[in-house]
């Protein structure tokens, strides 16, 4: 099934400071990069295991805006890209997909800004591309992550004991869905 996302629409959010955007490769920028390569950000993703430059990035961005399954979009605060927010693969068979997301702009954390971009992407996902079913794992000392999930009526569905590594040490992954109302 193809997807019938308009790939050049502003998605507007439920705060009038942030909306949301699918990325092409002319919104990668050496800032972007930076974020990618700075461990504090990408601390609980598997970006901290990798080394980005601008090539790898625009690659990786242009892969998913030619994509007919995954969506990489830009989170904007006052106009300014300060992360990212992913859903996909898309299984359109069973309606289901996963959703990942980060804040690159250190300046913007703990301000709900992805509390915000996971409301907008729930409704995306949920009216758009007929998503019956959406799931995100995070960190078991991610609370940030947690919470923004928590805040936007995911349940968590178990825990992944010991399923990870972070910072030398095995660590618990916590897995967490919504269904479609």
Known sequence: MMSKIDKDRIFETADERVFLKILSEEDVSPVYVDWLNNYEVVKYTEQRHLNHTLKSVAKFVSEKYH?????????????????????????????????????????????????????????????????????????EDNKASMNALLKNEFVTE????????????????????????
Do not use: Q
């Not at 990870?164 to 109302?181: C, F, N, Q, S, V």
């Open 158 to 181: 178990g825990r992944r004991i010991k399923h990870m590594i972070l910072e030398g040490e095995r660590t618990d992954i916590i897995p967490l869905a919504r269904l479609r109302d």
């Open 67 to 139: 994509s007919e399954s995954e969506f990489l979009f830009g989170i904007y605060y006052n106009n300014n890209h300060v992360g990212n927010i992913k859903i996909g693969p898309i299984n359109f068979f069973h309606k289901h997909s996963e959703i990942s997301f980060f804040i690159g702009d250190k300046h913007c954390w703990g301000k709900g800004i992805i509390t915000t971009a996971i409301g907008s992407i729930v409704n995306i996902a949920f009216n758009i591309l007929d998503v019956e079913r959406l799931t995100a794992s995070t960190y």
